[in-house]
């Protein structure tokens, strides 16, 4: 079963999210700004990865005048985000599927969070390139996700992560299977090779502006 399409972790997943990420409401508020910054006041913003719903949630509730369109191809998330947005469903389009199914009109910026990491190399630039094709010139990209530092060690970063998710109570053999399980199946990247691939799909003016132990965010031009 793929864990996007698991009821525990669908059911647990607004709550544990928050929790796995630091500074996790702070990367939605910072995306805001960032987005704000190149976009009109009543802006069209695509969201890829939207399921779950929680960046949405922040997005809508801070800039009322937006209206967006989601994507992701776990339709157990959607449920979930439609659930999360409340009011805020009215300015939501969700589709199930992939970058491919979104519409190529010109949106005014887009957020891929928390999702390209899944993504192996090849299919993150074709995924990069078509929202880049989505977007209207001058538009602001905000992505983040797992990336290390140049020459460093995902399993040593991402333990870290584990470490800062689980607390002082964390179950160790719990944590260890978690690390050895995503170390193996993660297409992690190095914060050069995704700066890299956000300038080959023809983005500008890249700039990292968070980064949290394994997570790094970064800002981009199209």
């Given amino acids: 079963m793929h864990p996007f399409t698991d009821p525990a972790m669908v059911a647990n997943y607004a709550e544990s999210t928050p929790r796995k990420v630091p500074g996790f409401a702070d990367i939605h508020r910072m995306a805001i700004v960032l987005l704000a910054e190149h976009a009109p006041e009543a802006a069209d913003i695509l969201v890829v990865g939207a399921g779950g719903g929680l960046e949405l949630k922040a997005f809508a509730e801070a800039k009322p005048h937006w209206r967006f369109v989601g994507v992701d191809p776990a339709a157990e998330m959607l449920d979930l985000a439609r659930r999360i947005l409340g009011p805020s469903r009215s300015r939501v389009e969700l589709?199930?599927?992939?970058?491919?199914?979104?519409?190529?009109?010109?949106?005014?910026?887009?957020?891929?969070?928390?999702?390209?990491?899944?993504?192996?190399?090849?299919?993150?630039?074709?995924?990069?390139?078509?929202?880049?094709?989505?977007?209207?010139?001058?538009?602001?990209?905000?992505?983040?996700?797992?990336s290390i530092p140049e020459d460093g060690d995902f399993a040593t970063w991402f333990a870290r992560s584990v470490a800062f998710?689980?607390?002082?109570?964390?179950?160790s053999d719990q944590a260890l299977a978690s690390i050895s399980y995503v170390a193996q199946r993660l297409p992690v990247l190095s914060s050069t090779e995704d700066e890299a691939l956000l300038r080959e799909a023809g983005f500008s003016d890249v700039a990292l502006f968070y980064a949290g132990l394994s997570f790094r965010g970064w800002v981009a031009l199209a």
């Fill in 95 to 146: 589709l199930r599927g992939y970058i491919d199914d979104v519409p190529t009109r010109p949106f005014d910026g887009a957020t891929c969070l928390l999702t390209l990491h899944f993504l192996p190399k090849d299919e993150r630039l074709r995924t990069l390139q078509e929202i880049y094709r989505r977007l209207r010139p001058g538009a602001a990209l905000v992505v983040a996700h797992h």
């Fill in 165 to 171: 998710s689980g607390g002082p109570s964390a179950n």
